[in-house]
């Protein structure tokens, strides 16, 4: 379990008992924890009257405890920016704790409404924001390396390494400036997620910048006799998060996302589906060309195409 500060439980503490009354406190706790029960936990009688300080105290202590010290300050600002049931609360000291999470290596994402890993500081594999079991909207991108079976019997040990090496670091460099995580790699391709703001758009990016590298790379420093060849496919969609990566690539989304690159990408290309170019701008998609799928839908692939 992440460890919080302890001043900045003290500061998180003093900003609740100065925004909001008892009352107010357990509704917003009760976001977090539905059953949520501040006479139980600070053992106060029902017929008294809980100390603002109190309260704020035993909340947020309680919600260090679960984890959900970050939910927390995200509840917060919610309530100090748009508001709660109905009321703008200005939640004092707002600013620093928010300056002190990032101090601890933790950013707000305002899309989704979470803290999540400064890229600066770490970079964990669900960006320290995923949560087992629970549903969140993401984008893979699928990463195959062709014929790689006859690829691996036609060349020494070392030279095949030393190619995939190349291709693995073309693709780190292109997705970690983006905030992606490589999700599972089997040494010939792999997986690789999308979360925050634009996701569908940073994905795309990235294939784009992965094809035209190795177009690059097979022109300059490729030392096969061949140029090494790709596949790749984008696909995006709701899925429940597991840590476990066996269950993660056995989800539909992903089933989706591999399929794609299967059965409808070419060599040396990248395939969207449509749910990724319905969040694209329609001048991206004019390096682009139609995929037949059956007899009214279309996917969209990317390749480099050489004037004649």
Known sequence: ???????????????????MDADSMVHVAKELVYNYDLYQRTGFRESLVIPQRDAARQIVRDMAEMGMFYPLVCILIQVHTTGFKGRIYPIAYLNEIIAQIKES??????????????????????WGALVGGRGYHLAFLRIDIVENSGLVRKYPEKTIRAAYSAVRKIVE?????????????????????????????????????????????????????EPLKVRMAIHSGFCHYS???????????????????????????????????????????????????DGRNNYSNYSIRLEH
């Not at 379990?1 to 900003?15: C, G, H, T, V, W």
């Not at 400036?177 to 990235?206: Q, S």
Request: glycine letters at 4%.
């Open 243 to 293: 840590e476990n990566m066996v269950e993660m690539m056995n989800s539909d989304i992903v089933k989706e996302t591999v399929r794609i690159e299967s059965k409808y990408t070419r060599p040396d290309s990248m395939t969207i589906s449509n749910a990724v170019c319905s969040k694209l701008d329609p001048s991206l998609l004019e390096n682009f060309e139609a995929v037949p799928v």
């Open 105 to 126: 290596g933790y950013i707000y994402d305002p899309e989704n409404k979470i803290f999540v890993e400064d890229p600066g500081v770490r970079r964990s594999f669900n």
């Open 173 to 225: 460099n292109s997705i970690e400036k983006r905030n992606g995580r490589i999700w599972n790699w089997e040494g010939d391709g792999g997986l690789i997620a999308f979360y925050f703001a634009n996701k569908c758009l940073l994905a795309t990016l990235a294939g784009m910048e992965i094809i035209n590298e190795l177009f690059l790379y097979n022109a300059l420093a490729n030392r096969l006799n």
């Open 1 to 19: 379990m992440m460890q919080i500060p302890s001043r900045l439980i003290s500061l998180a503490s003093k900003a609740l008992s100065e925004s």
